[in-house]
């Protein structure tokens, strides 16, 4: 069965550090999004991307932030300069179609655990 | 405000002891409300989509319905492997997002 897949599956970094996590979304999905789960809490939407650019983000999302389709495979998330609340994990998703179509499913990737120190 | 709630928080059961978990949700322009189940430290894995109230998905032990304001995953004759946290998800028209509950912690015990 296809997959999203990520790396690097789990991150330690410097707080004020740079920080990039790719995925790679299922190979005929045209919808990407970045989530994010805060250790015990519920997951959050952080940015959904399509046709090369944004088309949504939540207030998280913030200029710290910034995500880029750098080929035809990869979709990845920039952290500019990390701050310890940037502990979580980070899943990638990606979907065929648009989530309020019918019959669309999203799926997401194992996660990328990152821990800024 | 959108919001998903889930019920109860953590829920322990007995092998083969059947239950409900319940997803509440006020969302204006539902489209979608999806059921997800994860395991610790990994991602999301899906499971159902409903889109309309009556609707009624199965999938071995699990059967999800869902009515006008919440949906229910009911668990028939629970294994162990069962064990997992549950998350509850509602899409919206026009949004490219889906909002997620808290989750509900299942634990089944052989």
């Known amino acids: 069965e296809p997959e999203v897949t990520q790396t690097p599956s789990h991150q330690v970094t410097q707080m004020g550090q740079e920080v990039i996590l790719r995925c790679v979304p299922i190979s005929n999905h045209l919808y990407f999004y970045w989530y994010r789960q805060i250790l015990g809490q519920k997951v959050e939407f952080l940015v959904s991307f399509y046709n090369n650019e944004i088309s949504e983000k939540s207030e998280i999302f913030d200029d710290q932030f910034s995500v880029e389709r750098p080929d035809g495979s990869n979709f990845t998330l920039k952290i500019r300069s990390t701050k310890l609340e940037d502990s979580a994990m980070y899943f990638c998703a990606s979907s065929r179609d648009r989530v309020y179509s019918s019959g669309n499913t999203i799926y997401f990737g194992e996660g990328s655990w990152l821990t800024v120190v | 405000e959108d919001q998903v709630t889930q019920s109860p928080e953590a829920l322990r059961l007995q092998e083969g002891e059947s239950s409900s978990l319940n997803c509440s949700y006020t969302v204006s322009g539902l489209r979608g409300l999806f059921w997800y189940r994860q395991d610790p430290g990994k991602g999301p894995e899906f499971l159902f989509t409903?889109?309309?109230a009556g609707e009624e998905k199965e999938k071995e032990r699990l059967k999800a319905t869902l009515t006008k304001k919440e949906s229910f995953l009911h668990i028939t004759a629970p294994k162990p492997e069962d064990s997992a946290t549950y998350l509850c998800?509602?899409?919206?028209?026009?949004?490219?997002?889906?909002?997620f509950g808290p989750g509900t912690s299942l634990s089944v015990i052989p």
């Open positions: 409903l889109y309309s």
């Open positions: 998800a509602v899409g919206k028209t026009s949004y490219d997002k889906v909002i």
